[in-house]
């Protein structure tokens, strides 16, 4: 299984106290994805992200539902890779 976060880069100059807003999921549990295809979006200090799948597989679980907010670093989905 692969953690699905929002990217690192996503998070520079962000106070390490301050959480995203999952504003919501283009993709739901059991659907199968490509590497590279949006699967989410996130607001982030007024500023719009794209989650995206980083290989081809299936979502295996929602761990953030939409309008929830996460912390940096926070897995919001886990992925079973292709095989």
Do not use: C, H, Y
Request: proline share 5%; hydrophobic share 50%; aromatic share 4%.
């Amino acid at each position: 299984m692969i953690e699905i976060t929002l990217a690192a880069e996503a998070w520079t100059d962000i106070d390490p106290g301050t959480e995203a807003l999952l504003d919501k999921w283009l993709v739901g549990e059991g659907d199968t994805v490509r590497a590279g295809q949006p699967i989410a979006n996130v607001v982030i200090i007024k500023s719009n992200q794209e989650v995206v799948a980083p290989v081809d597989g299936r979502i295996a679980k929602i761990l953030v539902k939409s309008e929830e907010t996460f912390a940096r670093g926070k897995p919001i989905a886990m992925l079973e890779a292709a095989t």
